[in-house]
């Protein structure tokens, strides 16, 4: 057999490299496109079906009907606080909807507090899409309603978790309110986002930032931070960055067995009535 020349060889492998090469740029420049393109399918998991204060185990909760200032219809649940207590304004996370949040907020309700609970845009019976400035639209409209509601800010508390804690940061850094409760909280969405894709320039490429720890230092209110150690989607140390840029007065609770959906289950909603019951009661 007659061997090819050394040099033909050569220019054959490297041709050959080229296009692997070619190839997984391409690939790549595929990847992080579809990524950029469906980001926010991956950032928000809405379930749109309509849920029942009666079926999540409120039926006390009376479901209202708010409007965003850019029009967006959205739904909540209320009931008023008893015997001068505290309200409030409970901001879910990423998934489902507030169907899901009855057992949470069954507590605070036994409590004696008062809680609306807001349905984010396209979640559970809520029009339109979420979008982190239509978010920040939906919890003001919610604030608002509460206000309109003689609802005194020295009586209204703000609860963020998850994604929700996002929303709340912001408000508080807007209004004055009584106390904020951050649970499973992030530093900022983009912080979260470039952990799990590391290999992608995602503080170029993310539409919906939720810049938390820019914004901490200028809350005034009293801050509660809850984290699980063991939380698989939100690092504790996002909550504990957090918690170190805010001003006090703050307190941290750090769970160590606690994971991301279950530090109700570790003692979270009693420390956080608790803390409630110290900062925004009579």
């Given at each position: 057999m007659v061997k090819p020349p050394l040099t033909a060889a050569i220019w054959y492998d490297r041709r050959t490299m080229l296009r692997f090469a070619l190839t997984c740029v391409v690939a790549y420049l595929v990847f992080v496109g579809a990524l950029t393109l469906f980001q926010r399918r991956l950032m928000y998991h809405p379930d749109p079906r309509p849920a029942t204060p009666a079926l999540a185990g409120v039926p006390e909760m009376e479901p209202l009907a708010l409007e965003a200032a850019d029009g967006v219809r959205l739904v909540?649940?209320?009931?008023?606080?008893?015997?001068?207590?505290?309200?409030?304004?409970?901001?879910?996370?990423?998934?489902?909807?507030?169907?899901?949040?009855?057992?949470?907020?069954?507590?605070?309700?036994?409590?004696?507090?008062?809680?609306?609970?807001?349905?984010?845009?396209?979640?559970?019976?809520?029009?339109?899409?979420?979008?982190?400035?239509?978010?920040?639209?939906?919890?003001?409209?919610?604030?608002?309603?509460?206000?309109?509601?003689?609802?005194?800010?020295?009586?209204?508390?703000?609860?963020?978790?998850?994604?929700?804690?996002?929303?709340?940061?912001?408000?508080?850094?807007?209004?004055?309110?009584?106390?904020?409760?951050?649970?499973?909280?992030?530093?900022?969405?983009?912080?979260?986002?470039?952990?799990?894709?590391?290999?992608?320039?995602?503080?170029?490429?993310?539409?919906?930032?939720?810049?938390?720890?820019?914004k901490i230092a200028a809350v005034t209110a009293p801050i509660l931070v809850m984290h699980g150690e063991r939380d698989e989607v939100i690092p504790v140390d996002q909550g504990k960055r957090l918690f170190e840029r805010a001003t006090a007065p703050k307190q941290i609770a750090l769970f160590p067995r606690g994971r991301h959906n279950d530090l109700d289950e570790q003692g979270a909603l009693a420390m956080a009535i608790a803390f409630i019951r110290e900062r925004a009661q009579p």
């Open positions: 909540a649940w209320y009931r008023p606080a008893r015997d001068g207590n505290a309200t409030v304004l409970y901001l879910h996370g990423n998934a489902g909807n507030i169907g899901m949040r009855g057992p949470k907020v069954r507590a605070l309700l036994d409590a004696g507090l008062g809680v609306m609970l807001l349905s984010w845009r396209g979640y559970g019976g809520s029009a339109g899409a979420p979008t982190e400035a239509g978010l920040y639209d939906d919890g003001r409209a919610a604030f608002d309603a509460l206000a309109r509601r003689g609802v005194a800010a020295n009586r209204l508390v703000l609860y963020g978790e998850s994604l929700g804690s996002g929303i709340a940061v912001q408000l508080a850094t807007e209004r004055k309110i009584a106390a904020l409760v951050l649970e499973a909280p992030f530093a900022s969405a983009t912080e979260v986002a470039a952990g799990a894709y590391p290999f992608v320039p995602v503080c170029w490429l993310l539409w919906d930032k939720f810049e938390s720890i820019a």
